[in-house]
C-alpha cells in the first residue's frame, strides 16, 4: 500500500514537471510578445489587452469543457489576493521587458524558486530536502554567472525583476492553497480579470491606436499567457511548489531564442556557463525525486 502512494506521489510530481516545463515555455512567449508590443504601447495597455486576449481561450474552454459551474468562486478572499498579486507581478514584468533585455529578465526571474523554498516549509508544511535545495541553489548559481550583480553592468534597474520574482512566489504559495478549494480554471479567469480591470484604470493616461499588426501580437501574447498560467496552475495542483517550480529555469532556453530572433541578442559564453547550472540543477531535482 506504502509502495502505491509512493509510485502515485511520484508520478503526480513528473506530470506537475512536465506541466510546469509547458508553463515555462508558454510564459516566455507571451513576455517576447509583451516586450514587443510595449515598443508602441503604454504598459497598461499592453497588460490590458493582453489579459483580454486570454477571454478568447478561457471563455470558450470553460462553455465547451468545463461548464460555468467550475468557473464557481469558492474563496473569494484568496482569488482577489491571487489576483492584486498577479497585478503587481504583471506590471513589474512589462516594464521590466520593456527596459532591460529579455534573456536578462527571465534569468532574474528565477530567484523565485529560492523565495518559494523558503516560503513553502512554513506556509505549506511542504518539507524541503537536501536533494531538492541542491537542484534549486545550482539553478540559482547558474543565474548569478549570467547576471553578474557585482559586475560592472549592475544597474538598480535590475531589482524590479527580482521583487516581480518575490511577488511570484508569494503569487504561487497563494494558488497551491487556493487550488485546494477552486478549480484552475476559475482561479485563471478571476486573475485575468482583475488584471484586464486593472490595466484598463491607465486608460485616462494615454491609450495607442491598435493596428492589425498589434491585433495580432496581443491575441498572441493572450493566448499564450492563458496556457502558461493555466499549466502553471495545474504543476501547483499536482506537484509540491518547492519540486516543481526549478523547472521555470527551462524558461531562459526559449528566451535566448526569442532575444536573438527578434532583437538580436547574441548570449556569450557567460550565458552559456550559467544554463549549464541551470539544467544540472533541474536535473538533480529530478534525481532526488527518483531516489524518493
Same mark, same amino acid.
Given at each position: 500500500?506504502?509502495?502505491? &502512494?509512493?509510485?502515485? =506521489? ?13 508553463? =515555462? ?57 491571487? !489576483? ?34 523558503? %516560503?513553502?516549509?512554513?506556509? %505549506? ?9 541542491? !537542484? ?29 520574482? %518575490? ?30 480591470? =486593472?490595466?484598463? $484604470? ?11 499588426? !498589434? ?25 509540491? &511548489?518547492? $519540486? ?6 527551462? &524558461? ?16 556569450? %559564453? ?5 544554463? !549549464? ?16
Amino acid at each position: 500500500m506504502k509502495d502505491d &502512494a509512493r509510485h502515485g =506521489a511520484g508520478s503526480s510530481n513528473l506530470k506537475a514537471i512536465g506541466a510546469m516545463t509547458i508553463g =515555462a515555455a508558454l510564459l516566455t512567449a507571451s513576455d517576447a510578445a509583451s516586450k514587443y508590443l510595449t515598443q508602441s504601447y503604454p504598459v497598461g495597455q499592453v497588460i490590458c489587452l493582453r489579459q483580454a486576449a486570454t477571454l478568447l481561450v478561457i471563455v470558450p474552454y470553460i462553455m465547451l469543457v468545463t461548464g460555468w459551474a467550475a468557473a464557481r468562486v469558492v474563496n473569494w478572499r484568496g482569488q482577489s489576493l491571487r !489576483g492584486l498579486l498577479f497585478v503587481a507581478g504583471s506590471t513589474l514584468i512589462v516594464i521590466s521587458l520593456s527596459l532591460l533585455p529579455i534573456t536578462t529578465v527571465i534569468a532574474i526571474t528565477f530567484t523565485t524558486p529560492i523565495f518559494i523554498a523558503l %516560503l513553502s516549509a512554513p506556509l %505549506l508544511g511542504e518539507r524541503v530536502g537536501a536533494w531538492r535545495w541542491t !537542484g534549486v541553489l545550482t539553478g540559482f548559481a547558474g543565474v548569478l554567472v549570467i547576471v553578474r550583480p557585482g559586475g560592472a553592468d549592475f544597474q538598480w534597474i535590475l531589482l524590479l525583476p527580482v521583487a516581480n520574482a %518575490l511577488i511570484n512566489s508569494v503569487r504561487d504559495i497563494v494558488t497551491r492553497r487556493l487550488s485546494r478549494t477552486d478549480t484552475s480554471i476559475s482561479i485563471l479567469l478571476c486573475s485575468t480579470l482583475i488584471v484586464m480591470f =486593472a490595466g484598463l $484604470l491607465t486608460a485616462p493616461w494615454g491609450w495607442n491606436a491598435v493596428d492589425v499588426d !498589434g491585433v495580432l501580437w496581443f491575441v498572441l501574447a493572450g493566448l499564450a499567457n492563458a496556457g502558461a498560467h493555466f499549466f502553471v496552475i495545474e504543476a501547483l495542483r499536482m506537484g509540491e &511548489a518547492s $519540486l516543481v517550480s526549478p523547472f521555470r529555469y527551462t &524558461a531562459f532556453l526559449w528566451a535566448m531564442l526569442f532575444g536573438f530572433v527578434l532583437w538580436g541578442e547574441v548570449p556569450g %559564453l557567460w550565458v552559456a556557463l550559467g544554463v !549549464g547550472l541551470i539544467i544540472g540543477g533541474g536535473l538533480v531535482t529530478v534525481r532526488g525525486e527518483r531516489r524518493k
